[in-house]
């Protein structure tokens, strides 16, 4: 991941009494002049801060009163939350307590906690408190440090996933897990320290100049896995969820055709967008169209305009995640788009941080040869790569990959090559021919994290992947007309003999239907053939459910003549329906 922020609190963190530290100040001025953006997120009040630091144009800008007012060096300044009531000001001067007062907060000696809370609850006002050491503020409920930094980073066109946020004390936890590296010092709250990513050690603020200084010659984040920031395989009641941290990391999905790796791939790219990550999908095979009803998604291509060069740099500097559909290309206009805009969509990561995450399926028709190599950008990383031939892979580019996760996996030649990529990266040996058996055998709903991930812990670790938001429909031409294998078509049978109608595409299989007997489809229907052979071959969770309902309530009543309006209806609306 892109380093282009470091976000640091003030008081207790880069300041002593109010002092800024002057190797402090050296380090963010070295640092800017590096590309890394700078700014400070404090509890004080904006005007507070100026009297003791200065002018802060030293900084890229400043989220003040724990969240609530956002500051630039040119002067603007926007307020996020409201002004607090006049009848509280009123009552914590007439109690004689000692208070300041911002644009939106009050802040207090911890002490007067109790006082507060009894004010608020007697004038049943909207007002949170947060603690910070001795002090106290009380605020709007909605703000926080991480609302400040979002809205002030949103203002930069940057994103708080290319951020180190660093501080000390109670009210930095939203500043911490809110970015994605989180730095408590070691001379700091003890609670922050635990959910931290890394604490920082030293005796002082003169620690935190050096950290400064070393990361922000770096041009990725530290490589420290983030504990706010996984995704989830597997979800099972009343357990913890089993979660792995993709986070600059390659990931390699690898499995037999139309063993359910687009999905699991699609799983892991639904969830960082969801988490406000951005992911650049190259989609030889229409696979991730249905991503683009997730939030800031758009999909392009499948027949339709798809962007080149600076119409694609336009798209990610909106910070939008893309799907690039190419399923209408032929197979060699599929390579030269990929080879042409994959280190495109690189360079543009390198330069703005986004998109975070880019995924490349099929990958082995693209990344053949050691020349291949250099369309990837191996310093940032960040890669998804999904192949039914790992094999098929250059060496370079297996070795980069540190999160290996397979559906069903048949050929021995593939599975040798995941247990080899372990081999190459431990001490350790696994007999292979246990992971024959297991990857051969697992379900459609199934996959395995494998080693050499961290969260595999040495094993290969079968899980049932978690549900996802989006369906996954497939190019709406691929399954509707293009015919399956004879070996995977649908045969109809009466008695256990097949008698000579067959289906290979979706279409035949409704007008097949048509042409067998009453007897032919109960039976088929009471087996639940047609959901399970729909599942089975064309990986559609949605189209199967609806269709295993179909063939329930024939079970139930026994008309055929709904049954076979029902089934084409179901067909025609999820692949024909605009």
């Not at 992911?279 to 798809?306: I, K, Q, R």
Request: proline content about 4%.
């Amino acid at each position: 991941m892109r380093l282009r922020v470091i976000a640091t609190d003030y008081d207790g963190t880069i300041a002593i009494d109010g002092v800024l530290n002057p190797s402090v100040r050296e380090a963010i001025g070295n640092a800017r002049k590096s590309g890394v953006l700078v700014v400070i997120v404090t509890g004080r009040i904006l005007s507070e801060l100026r009297d003791v630091a200065g002018c802060l144009d030293f900084v890229d800008g400043v989220v003040a009163e724990n969240g609530a007012v956002v500051a630039f060096p040119n002067g603007h300044v926007t307020v996020l939350g409201a002004g607090p009531p006049l009848a509280l000001i009123t009552k914590l001067t007439e109690r004689g307590i000692d208070f300041k007062v911002g644009r939106c907060v009050v802040e207090m000696d911890a002490e007067f906690a109790d006082v507060a809370i009894s004010l608020i609850r007697e004038m049943q006002l909207p007002l949170a408190i947060t603690f910070n050491r001795g002090r106290m503020m009380l605020l709007p409920p909605s703000i926080s440090k991480s609302g400040g930094l979002r809205q002030l980073l949103d203002t930069l066109n940057v994103s708080v996933h290319n951020a180190i946020g660093i501080g000390d004390a109670e009210n930095d936890h939203e500043l911490l897990s809110c970015c994605d590296h989180g730095v408590a010092v070691s001379w700091g709250s003890a609670r922050l320290k635990e959910s931290a990513d890394f604490v920082l050690e030293g005796d002082g603020v003169e620690a935190v100049a050096d950290y400064i200084a070393g990361v922000s010659t770096e041009i990725r984040l530290p490589r420290a896995a983030s504990i706010h920031h996984k995704v989830v395989l597997e979800e099972v009641g009343g357990q913890p969820p089993f979660e792995v941290s993709i986070r600059g990391r390659n990931v390699l999905v690898a499995g037999d055709t139309k063993s359910g790796k687009s999905w699991l791939a699609g799983l892991l790219i639904e969830q960082q967008i969801l988490k406000t990550y951005t992911v650049c999908v190259f989609d030889p095979e229409g696979d991730y169209s249905s991503l683009a009803s997730l939030p800031n998604t758009v999909s392009l291509g499948g027949g339709h305009m798809l962007p080149h060069d600076n119409d694609l740099k336009i798209l990610l500097q909106q910070r939008l995640s893309v799907v690039l559909d190419l399923s209408h290309l032929e197979h060699h206009q599929k390579r030269e788009y990929i080879c042409h805009h994959l280190p495109l969509v690189a360079n543009h990561r390198r330069n703005y941080g986004y998109p975070h995450r880019i995924v490349l399926d099929e990958c082995h028709y693209f990344l053949r040869s050691p020349r291949d190599n250099e369309l990837l950008d191996f310093q940032l990383d960040g890669y998804t790569l999904v192949t039914y031939h790992p094999s098929e892979l250059p060496a370079a580019i297996l070795n980069s990959v540190e999160v290996v996760a397979a559906t069903r996996l048949t050929e021995s030649a593939e599975v040798d090559v995941l247990r080899d990529l372990f081999d190459a990266k431990s001490d350790e040996y696994i007999d292979s021919h246990d992971w024959y058996e297991q990857l051969a055998n697992l379900g459609i709903n199934e996959s395995a994290l494998l080693p050499p991930t961290d969260e595999a812990e040495g094993r290969l670790r079968r899980f049932i992947v978690a549900p996802r938001l989006t369906d996954h429909v497939r190019h709406r031409s691929k399954y509707f007309d293009m015919p399956v294998a004879k070996e995977h078509e649908f045969v109809f049978t009466t008695n256990g003999q097949a008698f000579g109608e067959s289906a290979a595409t979706l279409r035949e299989l409704t007008m097949a239907a048509k042409r067998v007997t009453a007897d032919v489809l109960s039976n088929h229907s009471r087996h639940h053939d047609f959901s399970r052979w729909i599942i089975n071959l064309f990986c559609d969770r949605e189209l199967a459910n609806n269709v295993r309902k179909i063939e329930s309530t024939m079970n139930l009543d026994g008309d055929v003549d709904r049954f076979l309006t029902e089934l084409r209806d179901a067909v025609q609306q999820r692949y024909e329906s605009d």
